[in-house]
């Protein structure tokens, strides 16, 4: 089985509810709290690639600081909206487990099951 990291939040329910799917099948992934330790720009690029979708789709809309730095202005680029993630990375959707080439974001937490199959 291919090293699986999971990008990581212990105070959301999905995220827990994750982790606990995973370890429930014996696997012990990497666990990486982002709220802790962002990922860099770079790493976080990594992951959308690996994720198949823009920056956009990745942002917590319903958070305080997606209004606060104007988030939805549509003339935003994907290096601009990467770097309020990073620099914030509470807009980051989460859970994100990564396995190799792919990842997904747990939500609902079963999602984190199609990485296995």
């Not at 696997?27 to 720009?41: D, I, K, M, N, S």
């Not at 790493?43 to 988030?71: N, S």
């Not at 959707?93 to 747990?106: C, F, Q, T, Y």
Request: charged fraction near 25%; hydrophobic fraction near 40%; include cysteine.
């Amino acid at each position: 089985m291919t090293d699986l990291t999971l990008y990581h939040n212990p105070r959301c329910s999905k995220s827990r509810g994750a982790l606990e799917l995973l370890e429930a099948r014996g696997l012990q992934p990497t666990v990486v709290r982002y709220l802790e330790t962002p990922p860099t720009a770079e790493q976080l690029a990594g992951i959308l690639g690996k994720l198949g979708i823009g920056a956009r789709a990745l942002l917590r809309t319903g958070e305080d600081e997606y209004k606060a730095l104007g988030l939805a202005d549509a003339s935003l680029d994907e290096a601009q909206l990467i770097d309020a993630m990073v620099s914030h990375p509470k807009l980051i959707e989460r859970p994100i487990l990564v396995a190799g080439d792919k990842a997904v974001v747990g939500r609902p937490p079963e999602k984190v099951l199609e990485l296995l199959a």
